[in-house]
């Protein structure tokens, strides 16, 4: 080792060593939320954004759950800034003892500052933190508030969350009149990728507290448009109208849902149920509003209850012998819609994005009230009780067949790495973070992808035509299909009860269709097998669509590729204008299929890294997801139909 680096070294270390009160940083007020946004509102994207609009939104529902307010209104402002009114109580005005100022300013000014810390203002509260309207206030260039309040208007306004005034009285109001108004303007320093708010997200989310929070009337206005556009939203059903309004496109097994609740140890439990003819089911959870999508010990009572007590029934009535098996859990909650919503006063919440409760008393609560409230309805209703219980038998029948025939398929193809399907043309990297797999139709443009692909991370899997619609199939008929199959066995997930999303070869599952009508068709049919029985790999971003170029715009040696898209004839017209020459006329090349194009230009477009475009596949809103795949891919023709007929208009497929 050099001198040079021994000094180096030496020096590194006497710097280490002056670490000393000197260089420990206070920060004052809410300056901190400022310099670490993500670690508040979790990032600064579009997320972060829309997760504004919850934090005061939130503040509003918990003045609803305490039976203060019936009526909340959203508006985002021509400006682009949110404006949200409640008619609760409105904020406190008076002086808060600890800080001496008034507590609608402690409230937008101090981190950790409100009812919902044991002061008795809220036995349940929404939001994970509670410290939603300080952050809000320290991430907007300005926010003011307004309170209504015993016959008195009150006001104040922030800028980057210092106070921008005292509070003021400034007029008079009805004595009736009670409530908080809060408009904020996000701070584009903050929220450098985007300040613009999306009416339809906001929207799904406003839809659905108004299904949690029964008898509220909560609406949502856009007034950046010429002509405003509101939506309101009112459920004196509650969670039942939930479960309903998800399977309207569904033919079910009974009307009304099923709606059970109850109230134990200062924990209320409400849970809406309703079967489908699906082979599908769709379990949503929350806790205190929240969507706990990644369960938790509410659900966990849920599933435990409806095993037991359909079970119990089927046994005590015959409908199952005492010599027969139980049905699983799986068997019961075969083509089940429900969601189950519980108000904890103090929820703990865990998983990767703090998204499942944890609070263990919660299992045996929701499995107590739910069971005894399921069980009477079941008795008071035998005819419908008889139909979830014959559901239940339907799905253990198939069930132990296509267990069968997971054994049989085993033995004769393999579903093991060690046995690949002869038709994939695999690579030579066994990284899975490196490799990726494309899913080709046709033999023709297999033929092509396998030519030009790069052998030592890009695998080929050609399919040969359009694949079984699972939407409509029992898992022993998608075992007997030989692309599904070949599907399954390439990626080495396994499959229903045995997949393990760790165990998949490829971390990029790239579909690769025509670019026409039926290309479209075997796409659907892909994303509908991936969500329904692999969803882990969308979950996890796996699954890719390539975009092949629908024009290619040639002139001697040099071509232009077109992409598909709502510009593509425009672009294709400028295209051709730039290439144009006094003397020559560029030809123009429309690929309506990926056998068009040889194996150069199928490389160059479409699966090199450095230039090919890949949409990735995301489930952003598991039940609309849902919802829409059950809506394309189900028995129902006329929802189908009208969903065609409204978008039709966007099409870029060219017939």
Request: with cysteine; net charge negative.
């Amino acid at each position: 080792m050099t001198t040079e680096e021994l000094q180096a070294i030496q020096d590194k270390k006497e710097k280490a060593a002056e670490y000393d009160a000197s260089q420990i940083q206070v920060l004052e007020g809410l300056e901190a939320v400022r310099m670490r946004p993500g670690m508040y509102i979790g990032s600064t994207s579009s997320e972060g954004l829309h997760h504004l609009v919850w934090e005061i939104v939130d503040n509003s529902i918990d003045e609803a759950l305490a039976g203060f307010a019936s009526h909340i209104e959203v508006f985002i402002e021509p400006d682009n800034s949110i404006t949200v009114v409640d008619d609760g109580r409105g904020i406190p005005v008076d002086i808060q003892e600890k800080t001496g100022r008034p507590a609608v300013e402690t409230v937008f000014t101090v981190l950790h500052a409100g009812g919902k810390f044991g002061g008795g203002g809220y036995k349940v509260s929404g939001g994970l933190h509670g410290v939603g309207s300080s952050v809000v206030n320290a991430l907007s260039t300005q926010l003011d508030v307004t309170v209504f309040k015993q016959g008195q208007k009150y006001y104040q306004e922030y800028h980057r969350g210092v106070v921008g005034g005292d509070l003021a009285m400034i007029g008079e109001t009805d004595p009736d009149h009670h409530g908080t108004t809060v408009h904020f303007t996000p701070d584009p320093t903050i929220f450098t990728e985007t300040t613009e708010f999306d009416f339809q997200k906001l929207a799904k989310r406003v839809r659905e507290l108004a299904f949690l929070n029964r008898g509220l009337r909560i609406s949502i206005t856009d007034k950046r448009l010429e002509e405003a556009e509101s939506l309101h939203y009112h459920y004196e059903g509650g969670i039942q109208s939930y479960v309903e309004y998800l399977n309207e496109e569904k033919p079910v097994l009974f009307e009304p849902a099923i709606f059970t609740e109850g109230e134990m140890d200062e924990i209320t439990v409400e849970v809406a149920m309703q079967y489908t003819g699906s082979y599908h089911s769709m379990v949503l959870s929350f806790a205190n509003n929240i969507s706990t999508h990644e369960g938790g010990t509410h659900e966990q009572g849920f599933r435990t209850a409806l095993t037991r007590v359909i079970n119990n029934y089927a046994k005590s009535n015959k409908l199952l012998k005492e010599n027969e098996e139980n049905l699983t859990g799986d068997d019961v909650r075969e083509g089940l819609t429900a969601v189950i919503s519980v108000k904890h006063p103090n929820p703990q919440f865990e998983g990767q994005t703090k998204t499942k409760l944890g609070n263990s008393e919660v299992s045996g609560i929701v499995n107590k009230l739910f069971s005894e409230e399921f069980g009477t309805f079941l008795l008071e209703n035998p005819q419908v009780a008889k139909r979830i219980v014959e559901k239940g038998i339907l799905a253990s029948k198939a069930r132990i067949a296509a267990k069968r025939a997971r054994e049989v398929t085993r033995k004769k193809s393999g579903l093991e790495i060690s046995n690949l399907p002869g038709k994939l043309a695999d690579c030579s990297s066994n990284d899975p973070k490196q490799t990726e797999i494309f899913i080709v139709e046709g033999d023709s443009a297999g033929g092509s992808a396998k030519s030009g692909r790069n052998r030592e991370f890009q695998a080929i899997l050609p399919i040969r035509g359009k694949i079984l619609n699972v939407e409509k199939a029992s898992m022993e008929k998608i075992l007997a299909n030989e692309e599904i199959r070949s599907l399954f066995t390439a990626m080495g997930t396994g499959f229903g009860a045995d997949f393990d999303v760790t165990k998949a070869r490829y971390q990029k599952l790239v579909i690769m269709t025509d670019a026409d009508v039926d290309g479209a068709h075997i796409r659907t049919l892909l994303l509908t097998l991936f969500y329904r029985y692999m969803r882990p790999v969308v979950e996890a971003g796996y699954v890719y669509i390539a975009q092949p170029p629908i024009y290619g715009v040639k002139l001697g040696d040099k071509i232009t590729y077109i992409q598909p898209g709502v510009n593509q004839e425009t672009e294709l017209q400028e295209a051709i204008v730039n290439m144009t020459t006094s003397k020559r006329k560029p030809i123009v090349q429309r690929y309506k299929g990926l056998g068009e194009m040889d194996d150069h230009q199928l490389w160059e477009t479409t699966m090199d890294p450095e230039h090919r475009t890949m949409a990735q596949v995301s489930v952003e809103d598991a039940a609309e997801a849902d919802q829409i795949f059950d809506m394309l891919m189900g028995d129902r023709v006329e929802p189908r139909r009208d969903f065609i007929e409204a978008n039709a208009q966007y099409s870029t497929i060219d017939i």
